[in-house]
């Protein structure tokens, strides 16, 4: 209700900031929360038409959009509170093009794990599987170098233009980051790391059954590592419980069991799969919609928002 009523006091003030004009395509970028000044300085950087997307009317007209890093479960509150939300599933499902970084991953997942209690909004239509904060808090975030064979013709583009050596790595910027665990046949990943899960999110993947369209069948990786899990843990309780009740019989066999109860217990752990650092995607793309773990709004690298603004031009071109 406040967002309305101070948009219809001042229509005229706020449309003219919220939208700045350029030579390029007209892109939104979703303005609830988070680091969309960010998007919009970089996008009427180069070129676009950026407008501010808050209402569901305001996607009216605009050829793309960019969802942004923040806190997705505030964004989902607010955004099915003003009514953008349904608005945004009907424009992915329009077949126009729309970006998603970080907090934007996970909204335009089909399904996310390691949720807040109760659960959380989606905007959905990405056939993928998001761990949210899979990498951990904030204390955690990092930087890495990535290969992305989709900058290939852009810098290929570069080249030619004459404008100074290609830099094949991207340098990408992970803030409480998410990772996409499986993605559907219909899903080009874009770049991969190995990893990690944090505490939390291992927690999560143990006690998850994955429900996404994405998974084809059978146990997840998941699944079996908490069933590793549970059996390591049902051996070393039964050695423990041995071992004890021979210490106390003053018996030899109590060295026997205490052995085996650790061997057991390390065993268990080296089996946990849902501690072992594994391969995540953290940038995929499927038709329409492309999706980033990291924050490419956060570096001087402008080739993610020149990928999009391509990804734009040629939809409108059709």
Not at 71 to 86: C, I, K, L, Q, Y
Request: hydrophobic letters at 45%; aromatic letters at 6%; glycine letters at 10%.
């Amino acid at each position: 209700v406040h967002l309305r009523s101070t948009r219809h006091a001042s229509s005229a003030n706020m449309a003219a900031v919220a939208e700045s004009a350029g030579e390029g395509p007209t892109v939104g970028v979703l303005a609830i929360q988070g680091s969309f000044s960010e998007h919009v300085d970089i996008a009427r950087e180069l070129g676009a038409t950026v407008r501010e997307v808050r209402l569901p009317e305001e996607l009216d007209g605009i050829e793309g959009l960019i969802m942004p890093g923040g806190e997705s479960t505030a964004m989902a509150v607010v955004g099915e509170g003003t009514g953008v939300f349904p608005a945004l599933r009907e424009f992915v499902k329009s077949g126009r093009p729309v970006w998603g970084t970080c907090a934007g991953m996970i909204l335009l997942s089909n399904t996310a794990i390691y949720q807040r209690d109760g659960g959380q909004a989606l905007v959905g239509g990405l056939d993928v599987e998001v761990c949210r904060n899979f990498f951990g808090a904030q204390i955690q975030s990092c930087e890495m170098d990535l290969k992305i064979a989709a900058f290939e013709r852009l810098n290929a583009a570069k080249a030619s233009a004459a404008e100074g050596a290609v830099e094949p790595a991207y340098h990408a910027v992970f803030i409480r980051a998410p990772a996409i665990l499986s993605a559907g046949p219909e899903v080009e990943v874009l770049a991969k790391v190995t990893a990690k899960p944090c505490k939390l999110a291992q927690e999560s993947l143990r006690s998850t059954t994955v429900a996404s369209g994405a998974k084809s069948g059978g146990k997840s990786k998941a699944e079996v590592g908490s069933e590793e899990g549970a059996e390591g843990a049902a051996k070393r309780q039964k050695f423990a419980t041995k071992a004890e009740a021979d210490f106390f019989a003053v018996n030899e066999a109590a060295k026997k069991f205490a052995t085996k109860a650790d061997d057991d217990f390390f065993a268990a752990e080296k089996d946990d799969d849902a501690a072992r650092p594994r391969e995540v995607i953290v940038a995929a793309r499927q038709g329409n919609l492309m999706a980033t773990a990291f924050h490419p709004e956060f570096t001087n690298d402008r080739r993610w928002h020149q990928l999009f603004l391509e990804m734009v031009r040629d939809n409108s071109a059709k």
